[in-house]
């Protein structure tokens, strides 16, 4: 029953300490200057399809426009 006792000492202080730092550190990694592109690099991955053909875009539906008039 000891062991259990230190090990709960421990993880009630120690280990409180380190997931905050832990996760005072992944904010900040986050946040950090220069890591917009991977971001949206990466929030763009479920939209990206290899199979299908590219949606066209406003500038070539405005050219079709045009040539139909």
Same mark, same amino acid.
């Given at each position: +029953? =000891?062991?259990?006792?230190?090990?709960?000492?421990?993880? &009630?202080s120690? %280990?409180?300490? @380190?997931?905050f @730092?832990?996760?005072? %550190? +992944?904010?900040?990694? @986050?946040?950090?200057? %220069?890591?917009?592109?991977?971001? =949206? &690099?990466?929030?763009?991955?479920?939209?990206r399809?290899?199979?299908?053909?590219?949606?066209?875009? =406003?500038?070539?539906?405005?050219?079709?426009? =045009?040539?139909?008039?």
């Amino acid at each position: +029953m =000891e062991q259990y006792s230190f090990l709960r000492e421990l993880a &009630d202080s120690w %280990g409180l300490l @380190v997931l905050f @730092v832990f996760f005072i %550190g +992944m904010i900040v990694w @986050v946040f950090r200057p %220069g890591s917009r592109a991977s971001h =949206e &690099d990466s929030a763009s991955i479920p939209l990206r399809h290899e199979d299908r053909p590219p949606a066209p875009d =406003e500038d070539a539906k405005a050219a079709a426009k =045009e040539a139909r008039t």
